[in-house]
């Protein structure tokens, strides 16, 4: 076995860095921890994630470990969640622990989960329903305001 091949055996969690000049569009994924201080546009899945005072990320995160020092706008499945002070989170939050820091501006849902990893734990689905004329309506017909319900036919007696 080379030397190279030695080192490497025995750091198990290897630190990527993704400098602050740097901008990823597209998924990153990791099998160690991710220091982001650049910007990504997509999804992230590591063990640990830091997003560093300059980071930005458009996107959904997975990981066991998460801490943000900027900006996020996605949602974040993890263990363990911090947001520091001056951090800016768009997204739902799906943890086991929940740390937020004084003066953190945090715009979603949190729900506590004793396996957020899980995919499993996907958000519910739109059932389709009959509309008023009999067809299947999923919810998602473009151009619409407000619903449409049918009400129940009066009966004359």
């Known amino acids: 076995m080379d030397t190279s091949a030695r080192a490497q055996d025995s750091n198990p969690l290897s630190i990527s860095t993704i400098s ?3 901008t990823i569009t597209g998924n990153v994924t990791s099998k160690g921890a991710l220091h982001l201080d650049g910007q990504v546009q997509g999804d992230v899945h590591c063990v ?3 997003l560093g005072e300059n980071a930005q990320l458009e996107g959904s995160v997975v ?8 900006r996020l706008i996605g949602s974040v499945r993890a263990l ?3 947001l520091q002070s001056k951090s800016y989170v768009e997204g739902n939050l799906f943890h086991k622990s929940l740390s937020i820091e004084q003066d953190t501006h945090f715009e979603g849902e949190s729900s ?5 990893l899980l995919a499993s734990a996907k958000a519910p689905t739109v059932e389709p329903q009959p509309n ?4 299947l309506d999923d919810g998602n017909q473009r151009g619409l305001k ?3 319900r049918e009400l129940p036919e009066s009966r004359s007696a």
């Open 63 to 70: 990981a066991e470990d998460v801490m943000v020092r900027r």
């Open 80 to 82: 363990r969640v911090t």
């Open 20 to 22: 602050e000049d740097l």
């Open 112 to 116: 506590p989960s004793e396996d957020p």
């Open 146 to 148: 407000g619903f449409i």
């Open 48 to 50: 640990a994630l830091v």
């Open 132 to 135: 008023h004329n009999g067809r």
